[in-house]
């Protein structure tokens, strides 16, 4: 089990709800900014004398620009329904982390300064100040929510914490206080144009490495294409996808799809990344600026369709947004949606029948699937509402004879964030995000007891990448999260594919 | 007139001018401001009949609510419902004559008065011995809920109870309607009524500065009355225009 400097919760077999314990994760507070980073993305070096006044103005300017702030500000009537169905809530115990707090934050400068009852009774209706203790608490609650939703889907009004939480983080990161962590990625993504920083020469040596890994184990030269003009299809894929464990082997995965499809792809060195961390932030602009590469390198590549890899919070603006940000793509091919999930695609050729696949080949895996919040409450697959939920598992019970889900309440709309989403991943938040990961904890303890489950299969970078860290915490192996194109991968039999016998006795001469 | 009854003159033109001026603009704050993003919750209709009929559910059986917990539900639609019931059957007070779906159901609604006390005393239940909902409860929520429970109550009795002229308060607001001050009745000076009347222009007054805007407020919640089709149709605000250029 990994060291921690903080007590790890004990797994139960339900998720209970915890009484409160006041101030429990006040001290969590994830790195501020330098200046040079926030002045990357337009925004205030740091904060300065007056900042009071702007976080007020800059307030009253999001009001009038996002129906949502407005609406959700005001229609709060305090029922509780949300109060325990936030898995940071369910972790920490830390009553601002329940999302009507949370939002009360806000909400209680919000009546102070723009509303008759806020202003004339503000100890009536809870509102007060905004002062320095004030902006501490939003600076480290605000970057206590991961943005997944859960709590929009029970709210009678649909309140989204997410929009109010992003509204705080666009307010801070303009005074001046924004959060080291998105906003040096977002500056990365502008400089290199991925959120690791690859540069092309090493994204090239990457993909070549793959070609040859692939070659070696199926005697198939699967191609992984970069920068290819005239190719069909764009890929945009989240950076990990190029070499972290478990996301490159759903690249791999992808690529010997496209390869079984006959369709010709490419990936590109400017749009070498599928995540937009402007969404993070609550930053149309930023948003908007990540987004216009994608754009741009569908023009100059000359392709006719763009396909997004495994990401979750990506899948949610390339559905949701892209076309509003960056469009009209009409300069691609009407037949397909503009950006297709590589799911769809996938799911697509195996109904045509274009893929061999040997179930088999995962018989010693038991999966169970977690439903990323972005795309599970922020964006569908296919065409009809629930695709998301549908898809996903109809591959991966094409490609596995052991399938089973987790409880319920802990998937499809009510599926809770794997504790690292909403620019949360960051190791200065190890102990929010271990404890924010319970709730999924639980419930896959559950299978793992009950159906012997042995792999979690995911669909987004950030969740590969906060599962591989967190499960040793609870005592499970890291390896256990897989991508759901690494099963594809493990099953797909490309044609002209060396016999297993074969590959086994190669395998042996490698050994 | 009584001085009584100027003073509800005063109150109820006030109090009307306040609600609907106050949530007329509101409406429009609402209307005007843009939803620059597609944000439904998902899985959500991809048409708009589908929407309304998710705000429907929404409106009339609260359905993420119910969803969500199970208790706050039940109290909470059980006041709502018979609130409108009960508001449907006060029509009787200002119909001259009476439309006949109320007057059917006026005899049977009036008992609903009960029901709608009993889902504002659960929910003033649950606010205070939940340590969740205790947390996050400032001290107009409890207000608010005896506020409408004052109303309730004072309103029951009245037609249970001590039976007050009633007669005489429909002529007051029948005569306070069409600004007919030459032959206005006195008020009733009953306590309850006079309570009674008071509550409501007070609630009248309240609910465009208040959370009761959560009313006008769940039709333009974009999580709920978004069509999901981003990638059919561009959705882009007249402010992110700019950014285009």
Redesign the interface.
């Given at each position: 089990m990994a060291k921690a400097e903080f007590e790890v919760p004990e797994l139960t077999e339900y998720t209970e709800v915890p009484k409160l314990e006041v101030g429990a994760m006040a001290h969590a507070k994830s790195f501020v900014a330098a200046p040079e980073f926030q002045q990357a993305l337009n925004f205030k070096g740091e904060l300065q004398d007056g900042w009071e006044q702007e976080v007020i103005d800059h307030m009253g300017d999001l009001l009038g620009k996002y129906r949502s702030l407005q609406v959700y500000l005001d229609s709060c009537v305090k029922c509780g329904a949300c109060t325990d169905k936030c898995h940071y809530y369910l972790g920490t115990k830390d009553p601002k982390n329940m999302p009507v707090a949370r939002q009360d934050l806000l909400r209680k400068v919000y009546r102070r300064y723009f509303t008759f009852a806020g202003k004339y009774f503000p100890k009536l209706v809870g509102a007060t100040d905004l002062t320095r203790e004030v902006l501490d608490d939003w600076y480290s609650y605000f970057h206590q929510c991961s943005q997944c939703r859960r709590c929009s889907v029970f709210c009678p009004y649909g309140i989204d914490t997410a929009e109010i939480s992003m509204a705080a983080r666009e307010i801070m990161d303009r005074i001046g206080l924004g959060q080291k962590y998105c906003n040096e990625i977002i500056g990365k993504v502008f400089r290199i144009g991925n959120n690791l920083g690859l540069p092309g020469p090493a994204l090239e040596d990457t993909l070549e490495g793959l070609e040859e890994d692939v070659f070696d184990e199926t005697g198939v030269e699967v191609k992984y294409p970069i920068d290819q003009k005239g190719a069909e299809i764009l890929l945009v894929t989240p950076s990990a996808d190029f070499f972290a464990e478990p996301h490159v082997d759903g690249l791999i995965g992808y690529g010997k799809v496209f390869h079984e499809a006959g369709v010709s792809w490419t990936l590109s060195s400017k749009a070498s990344e599928a995540a937009n961390f402007g969404m993070f932030i609550g930053s149309y602009e930023n948003m908007r600026r990540i987004s216009m590469r994608i754009r741009e390198a569908a023009l100059e590549l000359g392709v006719k369709r763009i396909v997004f890899g495994e990401c979750g919070h990506a899948w949610r603006v390339a559905y949701s947004f892209l076309n509003t940000l960056a469009g009209p793509f009409d300069f691609l091919d009407p037949k397909y949606p503009v950006p297709q999930h590589i799911l769809e695609f996938t799911w697509g050729e195996m109904q045509k029948g274009t893929l061999n696949i040997d179930k088999s080949l995962n018989d010693d895996l038991v999966l169970t699937y977690h439903d990323s919040c972005n795309v599970a409450r922020g964006s569908r697959m296919g065409t009809e509402p629930g695709g998301q939920f549908t898809i996903p598992r109809n591959v991966i019970k094409a490609v596995c004879n052991n399938f089973v889900d987790m409880a319920p309440e802990t998937i499809h709309e009510k599926t809770f964030c794997c504790g690292g989403g909403g620019g949360l991943l960051t190791d200065d938040l190890m102990e929010l995000r271990v404890k924010g990961a319970k709730p999924r904890m639980d419930a896959l303890q559950n299978v793992i007891e009950e159906h012997g489950v042995t792999n979690m299969a995911a669909i987004c970078a950030i969740c590969k990448a906060q599962f591989t860290k967190v499960l040793p915490y609870y005592g499970m192996g890291m390896d256990m999260i897989m991508s759901v194109h690494q099963l594809v991968s493990n099953a797909i039999i490309l044609t002209g594919q060396v016999t297993e016998d074969d590959d086994d006795e190669s395998a042996e001469d490698a050994a | 007139m009584s001085f009584l009854t100027i003073a509800f003159v005063a109150l109820f033109y006030i109090a009307t001018l306040i609600l609907v001026v106050g949530l007329a603009r509101?409406i429009r704050?609402?209307w005007k401001?843009?939803?620059?993003?597609?944000?439904p919750?998902?899985?959500?209709?991809?048409t708009q009949s589908g929407v309304a009929l998710r705000m429907f559910r929404?409106v009339v059986f609260?359905e993420?609510?119910f969803?969500?917990?199970k208790w706050?539900w039940l109290f909470?639609w059980v006041f709502h419902m018979a609130l409108f019931a009960v508001l449907f059957r006060h029509l009787r007070y200002f119909q001259e004559p009476v439309w006949a779906p109320v007057a059917f159901v006026s005899p049977l609604f009036k008992y609903l008065a009960f029901a709608m006390v009993i889902g504002l005393l659960g929910l003033l239940a649950?606010?205070m011995l939940?340590?969740?909902?205790r947390?996050?409860?400032?001290?107009?929520?409890i207000?608010m809920l005896l506020l409408l429970l004052g109303i309730g109550v004072t309103g029951a009795l009245t037609t249970f109870v001590a039976h007050t002229d009633v007669v005489a308060v429909k002529s007051f607001f029948r005569h306070l309607m069409t600004f007919n001050f030459e032959t206005m009745p006195n008020v009733p000076t009953d306590p309850l009524m006079v309570v009674h009347l008071l509550l409501v222009g007070v609630l009248m007054i309240?609910f465009p500065?208040?959370?009761l805007?959560?009313a006008p407020?769940?039709f333009?919640?974009?999580?709920?009355n978004q069509v999901?089709n981003?990638?059919?149709?561009?959705?882009?605000?007249d402010?992110?225009k700019k950014?285009e250029n």
């Open positions: - | 509101r704050l609402y401001t843009p939803a620059p993003l597609k944000i919750t998902t899985p959500a209709p991809t929404e609260f993420s609510l969803k969500s917990t706050t909470g649950r606010r939940v340590d969740r909902v947390y996050i409860t400032a001290p107009s929520d207000l309240i500065i208040s959370k805007l959560h407020g769940v333009f919640s974009p999580s709920r999901d981003p990638r059919e149709q561009r959705h882009v605000s402010w992110a950014l």
